[in-house]
């Protein structure tokens, strides 16, 4: 679990403010996803990258959330203009090629985001 | 949306005895993931299965690929208290890019 690299673990934003979250794949991982987990809930898919190029971005909101995962550096998760209803965990998963069967997701502990 | 339909949603367990959840669908999936989650903390893979029939053991924790592709089960033999959590199946529909479809968990505790 813990070659999935999350962080802050811990973030609390204003009403308005912006979050950015960050997530370092495992070595080796060029996939990354993006889910979101509100409590007693499972995760729902927001959005699946490769290096400079988002794949499906299907789960995302269309304003106010936006993901990159540039060349060099961690895969960023930005939501702008927060509101109380993004407070939510969110969790960030790597693999190699995840259309073969045998490489799963592997997830990282994910950031607690709470908007005041 | 897709769905995954999980049961129980919570159970209580004493030590020893066996558990088990599963997880069905309308849709067909071609791979079943099952993870644990601590509080706190990500999930963690426990078993993946790719073939329908499938049955993979890991330590106690056996699993099955449902021979129609729309379900999946997980079996925990003579739990120990470090088991407590909550588990949840994932899926991965045919055609998909990868994102998972997430059931809405088992949350596993000890009897008081």
């Known amino acids: 679990n813990a070659g999935v690299m999350q962080n802050p673990r811990h973030l609390v934003r204003r009403r308005g403010q912006e979050a950015r979250l960050r997530c370092s794949p495992m070595?080796?991982?060029?996939?990354v996803y993006w889910y979101r987990q509100l409590p007693e809930e499972g995760l729902k898919f927001m959005v699946y990258?490769?290096?400079?190029?988002?794949?499906?971005e299907s789960g995302m909101p269309k304003e106010r959330f936006s993901a990159e995962f540039p060349k060099e550096g961690p895969s960023i998760l930005r939501i702008q203009q927060v509101v109380r209803g993004d407070s939510a965990a969110y969790f960030c998963?790597?693999?190699?090629?995840?259309?073969?069967?045998?490489?799963?997701?592997?997830f990282g502990d994910g950031t607690r985001l709470s908007i005041l | 949306g897709q769905q995954l339909n999980q049961s129980p949603q919570s159970m209580f367990i004493q030590e020893g005895e066996d558990v088990s959840m599963n997880c069905t669908s309308s849709?067909?999936?071609?791979?079943w993931l099952w993870y644990k989650q601590d509080p706190g903390e990500g999930p963690v893979l426990l078993i993946a299965?790719?073939?329908?029939?499938e049955l993979t053991s890991n330590g106690r924790l056996t699993a099955q690929f449902g021979i129609t592709r729309k379900d999946s089960f997980l079996n925990i033999s003579a739990s120990i208290p470090s088991d407590v959590g909550i588990y949840f199946c994932a899926g991965l529909l045919g055609g998909s890019q990868g994102n998972l479809i997430f059931g809405k968990g088992t949350k596993l505790s000890v009897k008081p």
């Open positions: 299965l790719y073939k329908a029939g």
């Open positions: 990258l490769q290096k400079e190029n988002i794949i499906d």
């Open positions: 070595k080796g991982h060029s996939h």
């Open positions: 849709s067909i999936f071609n791979t």
């Open positions: 998963a790597s693999s190699t090629r995840p259309r073969q069967a045998d490489q799963p997701q592997h």
